[in-house]
């Protein structure tokens, strides 16, 4: 059996994008030798001081909460514990359709089987420097016009290949996510490749 690889993807829960890349690396897990690891990144650090319409900006305000207590979570429990904790959150958010606050971090802690206590982190400095430390290592290979989804693999030469995307709305499934896994890899380890794109007609799809 070939030795699995890690592939890294780093998130913010309230995106829905990121959500369902996440759930599409899930599937490429099962078909590809690929051990896929998540980390923290936040939306509010990487538009901290832009110009953004005042509905964005609480938004933005709103969503120092859930990368806090994730960053909580990984500083006292490691990135499992992460997975699991974004797994429930995620689903809570963009499935069911909470509101963010501190019943739904405890809600989704306890889903985790993490304290739910850990939610008080939520409007709490005291790991943002670790959050951004977490963030800046997402992005500093791929820039900071892109947000999330952001994900770091194994290059064609050895080395690692960073993108952001894809963004794909629903998530493949079976041998369609191993695909679609291909092609990006491919796609991304060309040198000198930088976009593909067109516009969206759709929204987020969860199921």
């Known amino acids: 059996m070939s030795e699995r690889v890690a592939v890294d993807m780093w998130f913010d829960p309230m995106c829905p994008w990121a959500w369902i890349t996440s759930r599409w690396l899930l599937e490429v897990e099962k078909v590809r030798d690929v051990e896929i690891r998540f980390h923290v990144m936040s939306l509010s650090v990487l538009n901290e001081g832009r110009e953004l319409p005042e509905e964005y900006q609480d938004l933005m305000r709103r969503g120092w909460g859930p990368v806090r207590v994730c960053v909580a979570v990984e500083q006292q429990h490691g990135q499992e514990a992460v997975a699991r904790l974004y797994n429930a959150m995620g689903a809570r958010i963009h499935l069911g359709k909470e509101e963010f606050g501190p019943e739904l971090y405890r809600a989704a802690l306890a889903d985790a089987g993490l304290d739910p206590a850990l939610a008080e982190v939520a409007d709490s400095t ?60 491919l796609v991304a380890g060309t040198p000198g490749f930088y976009e593909l794109k067109r516009s969206r007609d759709l929204g987020p799809i969860f199921d």
């Open 126 to 185: 005291a790991n943002d420097e670790a959050l951004r430390a977490s963030h800046e290592a997402g992005m500093r290979p791929v820039g900071t016009d892109v947000g999330t989804p952001v994900i770091h693999a194994p290059g064609p030469d050895g080395g690692t290949v960073a993108f952001f995307g894809p963004v794909v709305t629903p998530a493949p499934k079976g041998e369609a996510a191993g695909r679609l896994w291909d092609g990006t890899l």
